[in-house]
């Protein structure tokens, strides 16, 4: 399990690591050293900045999974699922408020 969630932080921090900024210095470096030609400068920011957001967009559903799991598997409860035993003891309560108010005025 922390084999997987450590793949999926590395996974995301690649993911963030290329922004547009840093896919423009990359191809800017590659030009310089003649690896690449600047006409297809543009073209291949575009492609690793896609690459990265696919990447980082990969990631947050893979850990969004891994956390439910955990979550399920220790028999956690979830916010929202508090909240609905909450609205349905205010609900019991009020009930119960209303039939003692009932009782008590005979």
Do not use: C, W
């Amino acid at each position: 399990m922390i084999g997987m969630m450590r793949k999926a932080f590395y996974l995301g921090l690649g993911g963030v690591s290329v922004t547009r900024e840093k896919a423009e210095q990359l191809v800017d470096e590659l030009i310089k050293k003649k690896h690449l030609e600047p006409v297809e400068a543009g073209s291949l920011v575009k492609e690793l900045v896609e690459k990265g957001e696919q990447e980082r967009e990969a990631a947050i559903e893979f850990v969004r999974k891994e956390v439910n799991q955990v979550r399920s598997d220790l028999g956690l409860v979830t916010r929202t699922e508090i909240k609905e035993l909450v609205n349905r003891l205010q609900a019991i309560e009020e009930r119960l408020q209303n039939l003692e108010g009932k009782n008590g005025s005979n």
